[in-house]
């Protein structure tokens, strides 16, 4: 990735295009978990794939382009849903480790009723893969204030439900 990235800054826009293409499902999966439907998460992907290409030489460092990119789609994201003054979280739940027994609709209930920061540090880590460390990048937080919060967030949920790993 950190070739393709440095190839996009010096203009290459098939480079660009590729590594956008590399990242469509993750950016998909975190708009869809913000906005809940296809025509503004689609709207949002738009927005940030025009601000990375725009601003692809701010990048600091290659290796974090899945980091920065996700930023500024989450920024992207919370901008519509300000302008919107409605909040919706609809997370990708598939990937997170479950009993058998556990339904969807069970898993968006109990997501629910966890506090916004802790369903989004729940995405991030659980369903997008990222780590701590870049998961305190993207909402600009400190690396404890994510653990405490995935922290409290299985705690939450393993008082609601003993069997939730």
Known sequence: MKDLVEKARNGDKKAFDHLIRSQMENMYKTAISYLKNDEDAA??????????????????????????????????????LRKR????????????????DFSMVEWRELLY??????????????????????ISEILDVKESTVQSRLARARGKLRQEYPQVK
């Open 43 to 80: 709207d949002a992907i738009q927005e940030a794939i025009l601000t990375c290409y725009e601003k692809l030489d701010t990048l600091k460092t290659d290796g974090y382009f899945r980091t920065w990119l996700t930023r500024i789609l989450i920024n992207k994201c919370k901008d519509m």
């Open 113 to 134: 009723m966890l506090p916004e920061e802790y369903r989004i540090a729940v995405l991030l880590y659980y369903v997008e893969g990222f780590k701590i460390r870049e």
């Open 85 to 100: 003054k409605v909040y919706y979280l609809e997370d990708e739940l598939s990937e997170i480790p479950v009993e058998e």
